[in-house]
């Protein structure tokens, strides 16, 4: 190597402190901040309540949508219903047939399609609402506006909650009860249905259209009540979080003192 290159002795010494200064560790004043397990924990909260409002808001739109519908199709099968025309024989006897007007092909397709779109939308509403139950955390914009100091669920709203429960599953029952027998009936004269008969059993008319009214408001009492379900999930995880805010307070998080190296 070329001797002009080289550092004298001394000016070596006098610039190795300078290198050495900006790898030195300097002390801080304030604490280092450690990673609990109560925050990964609230970062797993989030991740899945992230997770189940999507779910939650998926469930609730095939829910709206299937119940829609099933009501449109219930008016369908209203509107294209069978009906019998009957006629006096003419020997002198007293008896009388019947003759169908139409096969029933189509408010059976109508009746079936409507009672199974009423079930699975009765399936996805138990699913948010099981959604809405089990994910620790709620915060969906849909919710119902909190009270400004709520600490426990109201009586009123608990039995709001078992009224709009048992409400959906009596309209849910009885839609589905009409459609059936809706179905029973009209399928009774699917094949041979413009043969004359001594009996025709047609559906009474508005049968139809109360089972898709009442599927429809099925659809709507399962919507009210997973804002409930939202609603109380809110007040306890606030109700949480006030808790939470208060152990804190009175157990705060003991550092080590720092040492200077």
């Given amino acids: 190597m ?7 002795s001394q000016a070596f010494s006098r610039l190795y402190p300078l290198v050495l200064v900006p ?18 924990s609230s970062l797993r ?3 899945r309540t992230d997770i189940g409002n999507r779910i939650a808001l998926l469930l609730v739109l095939v829910s709206v949508l299937c119940g829609v519908s099933s009501f449109v199709l219930c008016l369908a099968a209203e509107a294209s219903r069978s009906e019998a025309t009957w006629y006096r024989l003419s020997d002198g006897s007293r008896s009388f047939e ?3 007007t139409d096969s029933g092909r189509t408010p059976l397709a109508c009746a079936v399609c409507a009672f199974l779109l009423l079930a699975v939308a009765m399936f996805a509403e138990h699913a948010y609402m099981m959604v809405a139950v089990t994910c620790p955390s709620r915060s969906a914009p849909v919710a ?11 009586p009123t709203a608990r039995w709001q909650t078992c009224v709009l429960f048992l409400a959906t599953w009596i309209c849910f029952v009885i839609a589905e009860a009409l459609l059936l027998i809706g179905i029973g009936v009209e399928s009774g004269h699917v094949s041979q ?13 508005g049968l139809f259209a109360a089972a898709g009214i009442f599927g429809l ?4 009492l399962g919507v009210g009540l997973y804002l409930t379900a939202l609603q109380a999930q809110r007040l306890h995880q606030q109700e949480d979080n006030m808790l939470r805010g208060t152990a804190h307070a009175h157990h705060p998080h003991q550092f080590p003192p720092t040492t200077a190296p």
Avoid at 2 to 8: G, Q, W
Avoid at 217 to 220: M, R, T
């Fill in 98 to 100: 019947c003759v169908y």
């Fill in 217 to 220: 408001i099925a659809v709507l």
């Fill in 23 to 40: 790898f030195q560790a300097s002390p801080s004043n304030s604490p280092a901040m450690a990673i609990t397990h109560a925050d990964l």
């Fill in 193 to 205: 249905w413009r043969q004359p008969k001594p009996d025709c059993h047609v559906i009474g008319p």
């Fill in 144 to 154: 119902w506006p909190l009270p400004d100091e709520p600490r426990t669920l109201s």
């Fill in 45 to 47: 909260t989030h991740w």
């Fill in 2 to 8: 070329d001797s002009s290159l080289r550092l004298p």
